[in-house]
T-cell receptor, first 110, second 114 residues
């Protein structure tokens, strides 16, 4: 069974800080998602990666397939970035089943 | 309009009652999913459907049933609700392209069984 581990579980940062959230998984994958869950509960897909690096605004996601590891970075963090960030991996190329991490709760303090 | 709409957003129901959560999507996607989220756990897949005639059990399907009424609609039923089905439920949709999928989630339905 594929396990997805995220660290840290909780993170508090001052506004403006550079933030890194990590995700490790145990078996081969075909893609990895980073998701953001708002305080109200809704979930938004931020990135889907199968290799390398993607950037969107202040968010950067990287993946190292050999090391089975991905990171989500937030530059110049802002209180509106406060949310739960969830890593999810897709293991089957022919199907679409995701295994989710438990999430990292980020709080950015003004 | 939201890409994925869930109703109801919040519901309190009694043990033994039947409850249906409805989901509709405007993305035109083939694939739809129901997940539940519990505190301290990752999202877990209840059922998924790759088209109207293809419905599959996920890892925690016991106590649940689904209906795919149309490409855009996928409903989840709890035939006889029990307290440990209290959770946040998400509907999601994705396309079937093997080149990569983005998954779209609804806003979630908070269900409390008392």
């Amino acid at each position: 069974k594929n396990e997805v581990e995220q660290s840290p579980q909780n993170l508090t940062a001052q506004e403006g800080e550079f933030i890194t959230i990590n995700c490790s998984y145990s078996v081969g994958i075909s893609a990895l998602h980073w998701l953001q869950q708002h305080p109200g509960g809704g979930i938004v897909s931020l990135f889907m990666l199968s290799s390398g690096k993607k950037k969107h605004g202040r968010l950067i996601a990287t993946i190292n397939i050999q090391e089975k590891h991905s990171s989500l970075h937030i530059t110049a963090s802002h209180p509106r970035d406060s949310a739960v960030y969830i890593c999810a991996v897709k293991t089957g190329a022919g199907s679409y089943q995701l295994t989710f991490g438990k999430g990292t709760k980020l709080s950015v303090i003004p | 309009d939201a890409d994925v709409t869930q109703t109801p957003r919040n519901r309190i129901t009694k043990t033994g009652k039947r409850i249906m959560l409805e989901c509709s999507q405007t993305k035109g996607h083939d694939r739809m999913y129901w997940y539940r989220q519990d505190p301290g756990l990752g999202l877990r897949l209840i059922y998924y459907s790759f088209d109207v005639k293809d419905i599959n059990k996920g890892e925690i399907s016991d106590g649940y049933s689904v209906s795919r009424q149309a490409q855009a609609k996928f409903s989840l039923s709890l035939e006889s609700a029990i307290p440990n089905q209290t959770a946040l439920y998400f509907c999601a949709t994705s396309d079937s392209s093997f080149s990569g999928n983005t998954i779209y989630f609804g806003e979630g339905s908070w269900l409390t069984v008392v």
